[in-house]
């Protein structure tokens, strides 16, 4: 099993492509989950970035990545998707997961209910403190 990576699903959202491009400029180890071909040109426009496209489908498991999930971090989109991703990501062991919100609505019990370490509520989107 290769070295310890972070996962992003930045779900169309400007925090997670800041969050990419951070990531890109201090070369660390990373993989960006996609659910459609839109989300990953919109990500290629940032440069070399690895990827990974997932299609989440009722009762059909995702198979875990051949890599070491140390973080994962989820940008929310919209509700259903923030909690797919939260739920794939969780499957695969991350030490801590995180979850990115600008939404003002109290939906940090359900991210945390479905697996979430913290959930950061984030009008600005910079989030670069959290590496």
């Given at each position: 099993?290769?070295?310890?990576?972070?996962?992003?699903?930045?779900?169309?959202?400007?925090?997670?492509?800041?969050?990419?491009?951070?990531?890109?400029?201090k070369?660390?180890?990373?993989?960006?989950?996609?659910?459609?071909?839109?989300?990953?040109?919109?990500?290629?426009?940032?440069?070399?970035?690895?990827?990974?496209?997932?299609?989440?489908?009722?009762?059909?498991?995702?198979?875990?990545?051949?890599?070491?999930?140390s973080?994962?971090?989820?940008?929310?989109?919209?509700?259903?998707?923030?909690?797919?991703?939260?739920?794939?990501?969780?499957?695969?062991?991350p030490?801590?997961?995180?979850?990115?919100?600008?939404?003002?609505?109290?939906?940090?019990?359900?991210?945390?209910?479905?697996?979430?370490?913290?959930?950061?509520?984030?009008?600005?989107?910079?989030?670069?403190?959290?590496?």
């Amino acid at each position: 099993m290769d070295e310890a990576m972070i996962v992003v699903s930045a779900g169309h959202s400007p925090a997670g492509m800041n969050f990419v491009d951070v990531l890109l400029k201090k070369g660390l180890a990373f993989v960006v989950l996609v659910h459609s071909e839109e989300e990953r040109e919109q990500l290629l426009t940032l440069g070399t970035v690895p990827l990974r496209y997932i299609q989440i489908t009722e009762g059909i498991q995702q198979t875990r990545p051949e890599y070491i999930v140390s973080n994962a971090f989820v940008f929310e989109n919209n509700l259903p998707q923030c909690c797919e991703d939260i739920q794939l990501c969780h499957s695969w062991y991350p030490q801590q997961l995180y979850v990115v919100s600008s939404n003002k609505a109290p939906v940090g019990l359900v991210y945390k209910g479905l697996g979430a370490t913290y959930v950061i509520h984030s009008q600005s989107g910079d989030v670069s403190f959290l590496l």
